[in-house]
């Protein structure tokens, strides 16, 4: 094989996670209300934590450290706001909306529909704030009346561990090999929404395994899901039971 070949061929096994297949994911079981999967919101080191008198995570880094959705959705403010300096909300299909805070700069408007992982501005220290960080917070619901949730445990939720790597949510890189065609989903469960596909013997990069829904094929059953970055950004989750190697798909680290 020569090198341009071998190129070529590299760069073919990473093509399969972009393939979405979107009749599918159209005709799927109603998921309005599953639980996304989630994008590092930005690289950086947790400086304070939800509590009684932080609605919210900080997580703190250079100015101009690049913030990302948490999740795809849409944009419902995107401007000043007291406090913040300046502020990003965003809405996701299960409700939910994260609140950005105190950036340097905004590169999205209201009304955008926006990707998980997809930047949406630049960190800052804009406002009430005494360096350079992004300020999360989680609400159930749009309204600015209630308080919000505890970001950890709904990033967790979604597949993200704090701190996070931009990218894939965070955790360590391994390989895995389907045996088989199988669909990845936007969470642990049949039910959700398929985000790509993956192929027979066709290898791919993989964070982490997370316990999910049990699936039974030829005998076997496995409740094991592995977490993959996808390349339109975000991860997704293909059940074990279709990759090579041991019950988890040959990948060590739990998510
Ligand atoms: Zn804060």
New binding site residues.
């Given amino acids: 094989m020569n090198l341009r070949a071998g190129l070529v061929a590299a760069a073919a096994l990473l093509l399969p996670l972009a393939a979405a297949v979107p009749g599918h994911a159209a005709t799927s079981a109603p998921t309005a209300a599953t639980a996304f999967a989630g994008s590092c919101p930005a690289a950086g080191v947790v400086t304070?934590g939800y509590s009684s008198t932080?609605d919210?995570v900080?997580i703190a880094n250079s100015l101009g450290t690049p913030i990302y959705a948490v999740g795809a959705g849409e944009v419902i403010a995107s401007g000043p706001a007291q406090g913040y300096g300046q502020w990003i909300r965003i809405l996701h299909p299960d409700g939910t909306v994260t609140e950005y805070g105190h950036m340097y700069q905004r590169d999205v408007s209201v009304g955008q529909q926006v990707a998980a992982g997809q930047r949406i501005a630049l960190m800052g220290s804009e406002g009430d704030s005494t360096g350079v960080?992004l300020?999360l917070r989680v609400r159930v619901g749009t309204s600015t009346s209630i308080r919000g949730i505890d970001p950890v445990p709904y990033l967790r939720d979604r597949g993200v561990g704090l701190p996070c790597t931009p990218g894939g949510g965070g955790g360590g890189t391994t390989t895995v090999t389907a045996w088989t065609q199988a669909n990845v989903r936007s969470c642990a469960a049949r039910s959700c929404d398929i985000v790509s596909t993956v192929y027979p013997n066709e290898s791919y990069p993989a964070h982490c395994w997370v316990v999910g829904e049990s699936v039974t094929d030829e005998g076997i059953t496995n409740d094991k899901w592995v977490r993959l970055p996808l390349n339109a950004g975000g991860v997704g989750y293909v059940s074990a039971i279709y990759l090579k190697g041991d019950e988890t798909g040959g990948v060590t680290t739990r998510c």
Wanted: cysteine-free; overall charge negative; proline content about 0%.
């Fill in positions: 304070q932080h919210g900080d960080h300020h």
